[in-house]
């Protein structure tokens, strides 16, 4: 969708909103690669969204030892990568977690086990979105959009709609409708020239 969109318009889009089903590490370290700015959550597993404990945002990054600081303040030291999970993994060690007095908000192991994603960079720029004026302002033209689909399928009953052309557009609508009751009025919007389209936006 994006590229056809940067086909279309000759340039990348300003944003893209999607809700969280979007928001995995590939997908927004590929959108931030490009300058596109993510209006999404992050895909966080449950088991951490509903945890009790420490979570790594807690942990403060020292990338020339290429470690972590715990809130306590010992270090957790990298211990390689999990390739299936995708996560790099940091350990603390029985010696400094065991006599810790934060251990009971930190771990119910022995010791830290901390899995930082591999494109950790890209989900933390996503979730330090979340809290500002634009991302709910996004959201809440997201959800203007989804609500236009939803009538569409369960009012109207159009399931499926293949934009392959935009001259079959009208017609394809009017016959998914079942009647001429929903049937369009008027020209397609055609699209705008490059000199005068603004900064676009796309939603998921």
Avoid at 102 to 120: D, N, R, V
Avoid at 162 to 174: P, S
Wanted: with cysteine; hydrophobic share 30%; proline share 6%.
């Amino acid at each position: 969708m994006i590229a056809r969109f940067s086909e279309w318009r000759g340039r990348e889009p300003a944003s893209v909103v999607a809700d969280a089903t979007y928001g995995n590490g590939e997908f927004l370290q590929w959108l931030m690669e490009r300058g596109i700015t993510p209006y999404m959550r992050t895909r966080d597993s449950a088991l951490r969204k509903n945890s009790p404990l420490y979570g790594p945002e807690r942990f403060t990054f020292l990338p020339e030892s290429n470690s972590y600081r715990c809130p306590a303040g010992e270090q957790l030291n990298y211990g390689g990568h999990n390739a299936r999970n995708r996560t790099h993994v940091y350990i603390g060690t029985r010696k400094r977690c065991g006599g810790c007095p934060q251990k009971a908000q930190c771990t119910s192991s022995p010791l830290k086990y901390l899995a930082i994603h591999m494109l950790e960079p890209a989900r933390q720029r996503a979730r330090d979105l979340v809290n500002t004026a634009a991302f709910v302002d996004a959201q809440r033209k997201r959800k203007k959009v989804e609500a236009l689909f939803a009538e569409l399928k369960n009012q109207i009953g159009l399931r499926r709609l293949r934009l392959r052309r935009l001259k079959f557009v009208r017609e394809q609508f009017f016959h998914g409708s079942g009647g001429a009751k929903y049937q369009t009025t008027g020209p397609l919007p055609q699209p705008r020239t490059k000199a005068t389209a603004p900064n676009d936006h796309l939603a998921f």
